[in-house]
């Protein structure tokens, strides 16, 4: 049976790697997400966001605070390095020629690869000191990096975010919310994706993590957005929509300017999802996409 | 004393992180790293080559098969997971609460990080088959990891490079080279930048590494332009002119439809690099950037 995945390949939108969830991107590949991001730009555009782009990695010392290992371990990816002398290196080439495992000697760096892209902004932004009493609003993008090794092209092990994050009072942060969740099903619409919002189900890891997952949906602190991509019985997340009530002010130290803890929300767009999304439902070739789709994206 | 990084936070351009050589960037800097890119675009883009974007990190497999690790294992990240079970997710986070190294039980994944945007290019080009007996080139981004912390900003561990890569007959690739060291030093001029032109010194790593260095530079496989940034006596290398000569064939396969086996060059744009030198030559406002090096940016 030809998956949608060999079909990305035969179409040369993307390119195998060797390694599941690990693909090259075609140049039309890129040019719709390109183009979604200019629809998102002329969407969000007047917002007055701080646009703050991160490299893919982040500072090891604040992931470890974010608390991303008791949530979802089995995630993260920590950037490890050979920091021996010269013994050490011939070692590790014998080592290697003798198809061994090298890898056990190589030490953790000070980066952490970014788990999604408003995770080092927190600490970024506490760094300032107060926040005006009308809130803050930023922009951001970056390559992030999930170990869910998949034949599910829609489940990458490295993938595009772009999120807006909103901090400021319960109200304001939970009207962003509900902004931008009218706003992404709109989007949506304008270029011809059915969708559906629902509760999230976040992989939190082990039997503790089922007490997260039900808090989470009990509390209705995230929802997400849903495609059809790979399956239509189990839609996939595009976009997703979270509350953090005062859980990441607390944390990392975000005040108001009255002294009262920042409550915060963030958005996210799946940026390889939605291209994958549009490849699933108009097809492989963007020219026969339908005129009003390629008019949101490229008039 | 101020520095030329210190400069670059307070005037918003660059975000500290906690960690030398890993900043975020602003939508300033990164306005002028997409400018480039468009000059870039229109300098090569009648070229006809072809685009591929790969993510930041590549093949364990291929990254060994390339023989970095021979050269510059100091310089490599390989990504690592927590790959236990329940029992073990509670000794790491026990490990974390008291503040001991929980890093040493993370396994290493299939994955490493990209040292250079062309190295997932070969093996995924060799699968093709035999190249034209026309050659073929091919334009790649992507960020690129090297263990290098410094606070130095034009030596960052999280950086963008922009490339050609040319494969074919040696004549092919060598004037491809010879072409793009010109082109280089035009759109450098064109944008008020001072620059020289001088053969590579790589970082090999070791005693042994000596002789790799002295190799490369006897052979002149690699030359680079460089512009002051940070030091005027140690100019910073901007762009690099590699001649692979057919290292790269014969290690990956790459034949020409004739049997024979292929040439390979690239030119390599470090943008992070080159934006820099243009804030350290015209200043940390583009506003009062000359209007010529504004025009050809943003014409």
């Not at 989470?216 to 953090?244: G, V, W």
Request: charged letters at 20%; aromatic letters at 12%.
């Amino acid at each position: 049976m030809t998956t949608f995945l060999d079909r990305l390949f035969d179409a040369g939108l993307l390119f195998e790697t060797g390694v599941d969830g690990l693909y090259g991107r075609s140049g039309a590949f890129e040019d719709v997400i390109a183009a979604f991001e200019r629809l998102i730009d002329r969407t969000g555009g007047t917002d007055g966001a701080e646009a703050i782009r991160f490299p893919p990695g982040m500072n090891r010392a604040f992931f470890e605070k974010s608390g991303y290992m008791k949530s979802f371990p089995q995630l993260a990816g920590t950037v490890h390095s050979f920091c021996g002398n010269e013994l050490d290196h011939i070692s590790l080439l014998k080592c290697m020629d003798a198809e061994e495992d090298w890898t056990k000697e190589q030490k953790a760096t000070d980066i952490v690869l970014t788990p999604a892209a408003c995770y080092p902004l927190y600490p970024t932004i506490a760094k300032r000191g107060p926040l005006p009493a009308t809130g803050a609003l930023f922009d951001l993008q970056s390559y992030c990096f999930r170990h869910e090794p998949s034949t599910d092209p829609a489940r990458q092990q490295l993938f595009r975010m772009r999120e807006y994050v909103c901090m400021g009072t319960e109200s304001h942060v939970t009207d962003f919310r509900q902004l931008w969740m009218d706003r992404g099903t709109a989007m949506m619409q304008a270029v011809g994706l059915p969708v559906e919002i629902d509760v999230a189900n976040d992989p939190f890891f082990g039997r503790a993590g089922k007490m997260l997952a039900n808090n989470q949906r009990d509390q209705n602190l995230k929802f997400e957005l849903l495609i059809p991509i790979t399956s239509t019985e189990k839609p996939t997340a595009c976009m997703s929509f979270n509350y953090h009530q005062d859980a990441f002010g607390t944390k990392w130290g975000l005040t108001l300017d009255n002294g009262a803890v920042a409550h915060t929300a963030c958005v996210g767009f799946g940026l390889e999802r939605i291209a994958l999304a549009l490849f699933h439902h108009h097809g492989l070739d963007v020219k026969t996409w339908p005129e009003a789709v390629r008019q949101t994206l490229w008039g």
